[in-house]
């Protein structure tokens, strides 16, 4: 049994990986702000699911999870450093898995601020807090969108990514740098995750798969950009956070590469995701076409063989059977049937 920090433990990839994590029987501290940046009830319903009483939520104190023995819940924002200091020096942990983060790159475009303090700030202080109290082993979540619009594909890790489109590429890509600045200047143990679009149950609103589906359901036009030409390689959450699991698992006898794509390796074109969701939904959708926006790419597309050789990652879920999931989960949580 280790002892676990996540931080984004009410956001979508946070909450699924914790349980995981529970589920294994370690103990985890999980740390979130709860921002507004999405519907705060979803994130609070999240925590609940983990056993986490929206009641007992506080900024001064630990939330006990009634559901795992192991779980405490404590609101915080990463940008106190003197707060993540203490938190670290009172818990000691084995192992960090940062996740919080402003994501969404068309929020970046008119908010770049809330990227530069979550993200950038936020991170170096994670980073100096695993340098004051070591930890054994720091996973990161960066994001395909560092690769902006390489025309090369499979996107590899070797590729150059020094040409982000949005500021929320440009926080991903510091914290790279800055993670890579940690470990060879002290010993920092690391791995950063270049995760592609994640998609499943308890996902987010902003993006696109829930938003699709809201508008179909309410038989409300759906922004579509590009002719629905952009590729995305969307990627089941079960496959990501057992890529997390398995690194966790490898990295006890080999020590990982400093930076892993986690995709699913089969890009598919938003009319594709739109008829797919038609067929789980038995709907139409009423399509309305707008051009390109800033800060979008034309295609994410996942070279996966670094991961693969690293721990044998092998998604296993197809977009079908995804949504599917994901479409039954959308029903039953805004009470549809
Ligand atoms: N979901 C995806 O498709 C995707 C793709 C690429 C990268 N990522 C990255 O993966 C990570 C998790 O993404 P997610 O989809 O779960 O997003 P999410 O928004 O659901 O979760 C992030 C959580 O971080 C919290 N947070 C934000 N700023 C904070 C701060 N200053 N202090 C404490 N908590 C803060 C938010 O309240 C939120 O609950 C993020 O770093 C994101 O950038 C996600």
Partial sequence: MAKYLITGTAGFIGFHLANLILEQGNEVVGLDSINDYYDVN??????????????????????QSTKFEGYRFFRKDIEDKDQINRLFREEMFDFVIHLAAQAGVRYSIDHPGAYIC??????????????????????????????????????????????????????????????????????IPSTGLRFFTVYGPWGRPDMAIYKFTKAILSNKPLPVFAEGKLLRDFTYIDDIVGGIKAILEQQKTTQPPALMNIGNHSPVTVNDLISELENCLGRKAVIEHLPMQQGDVKATFADISLINSYCGFTPQTDLKTGLRKFCDWYLDYHAIR
């Fill in 118 to 187: 979550s993200n950038v700030v936020g991170t170096f202080n994670i980073l100096e807090a695993c340098r004051n109290y070591p930890v054994k082993f720091l996973v990161y979540a960066s994001s395909s969108s560092v690769y902006g619009n390489n025309e090369k594909v499979p996107f590899s890790e070797s590729d150059n990514v020094d040409n982000p489109v949005s500021l929320y590429a440009a926080t991903k890509k510091t914290n790279e740098l800055m993670a890579s600045a940690y470990r060879n200047l002290y010993r």
């Fill in 42 to 63: 979803l994130k609070f319903a999240r925590l609940a699911q983990a056993g986490i009483n929206r009641d007992d939520v506080s900024w001064s104190r630990f939330a």
